[in-house]
């Protein structure tokens, strides 16, 4: 599926069907009684998976529209959003903005990150929105940790990218959620129909594991 969004860097997938673990209208505390709860010992990373799992309910569609943004601090209305807004707002929850701190090393560095968009410069207004971009940051920031098989590599907090195929990609964080029976934690993200946390983590192919926080 090719629209507009593609253009800016952003993936449009409802079409591509995820394996559910909950309804989208699900609210936050039924997400968390939705599967085996692991226990979070650092307090920065309990905030950042709990502003994850928090947007469940609240962003309910899945809007690529490029929107002029504040800066720093700029988002879309909470009620829509794309995959990267799902990461976005829960590091704001740690008092990280990568809104700002993306397009800072941007800056600095514009030729280091992906230049099939044809932009001449940084943009603050999307830049941050941009699935390769992040890949990119968090690589450049260390972040990088293996890509295996095994779903208890993946812990409670890290970020995943996959290429869903046709040019695609998708984001979207590990919660501390685990179903009946499940593999590996469960996964927050908006894949078309708004947040949600699903047992997707090795629905398509995984070609970035980032642990921001530790």
Request: with cysteine; glycine share 8%; charged share 20%.
């Given at each position: 599926?090719?629209?507009?969004?593609?253009?800016?860097?952003?993936?449009?997938?409802?079409?591509?069907?995820?394996?559910?673990?909950?309804?989208?209208?699900?609210?936050?505390?039924?997400?968390?009684?939705?599967?085996?709860?692991?226990?979070?010992?650092?307090?920065?990373?309990?905030?950042?998976?709990?502003?994850?799992?928090?947007?469940?309910?609240?962003?309910?569609?899945?809007?690529?529209?490029?929107?002029?943004?504040?800066?720093?601090?700029?988002?879309?209305?909470?009620?829509?959003?794309?995959?990267?807004?799902?990461?976005?707002?829960?590091?704001?929850?740690?008092?990280?903005?990568?809104?700002?701190?993306?397009?800072?090393?941007?800056?600095?560095?514009?030729?280091?990150?992906?230049?099939?968009?044809?932009?001449?410069?940084?943009?603050?207004?999307?830049?941050?929105?941009?699935?390769?971009?992040?890949?990119?940051?968090?690589?450049?920031?260390?972040?990088?940790?293996?890509?295996?098989?095994?779903?208890?590599?993946?812990?409670?907090?890290?970020?995943?990218?996959?290429?869903?195929?046709?040019?695609?990609?998708?984001?979207?964080?590990?919660?501390?959620?685990?179903?009946?029976?499940?593999?590996?934690?469960?996964?927050?993200?908006?894949?078309?129909?708004?947040?949600?946390?699903?047992?997707?983590?090795?629905?398509?192919?995984?070609?970035?594991?980032?642990?921001y926080f530790k």
């Amino acid at each position: 599926m090719r629209t507009k969004a593609l253009a800016y860097g952003l993936v449009v997938a409802a079409a591509i069907a995820p394996v559910a673990a909950c309804r989208p209208d699900v609210s936050p505390a039924a997400a968390r009684q939705s599967g085996q709860l692991t226990p979070v010992e650092s307090p920065t990373l309990k905030l950042v998976i709990d502003g994850a799992i928090d947007q469940i309910g609240s962003t309910v569609s899945y809007d690529p529209a490029y929107v002029k943004l504040d800066y720093p601090g700029g988002d879309v209305p909470p009620d829509r959003g794309v995959c990267s807004d799902v990461i976005v707002r829960a590091f704001r929850k740690a008092s990280v903005d990568l809104q700002k701190e993306l397009h800072e090393d941007m800056k600095r560095n514009f030729s280091a990150y992906p230049q099939q968009w044809g932009a001449a410069r940084p943009d603050r207004n999307i830049d941050h929105r941009r699935v390769p971009n992040l890949m990119t940051y968090f690589k450049r920031l260390k972040k990088e940790v293996a890509i295996t098989n095994n779903g208890q590599d993946y812990f409670p907090g890290d970020v995943v990218a996959w290429d869903l195929g046709n040019g695609l990609v998708h984001i979207g964080l590990v919660s501390n959620i685990k179903g009946e029976g499940a593999s590996a934690h469960s996964i927050v993200h908006n894949i078309g129909a708004g947040a949600r946390v699903e047992d997707v983590l090795f629905s398509w192919k995984i070609i970035g594991h980032y642990r921001y926080f530790k």
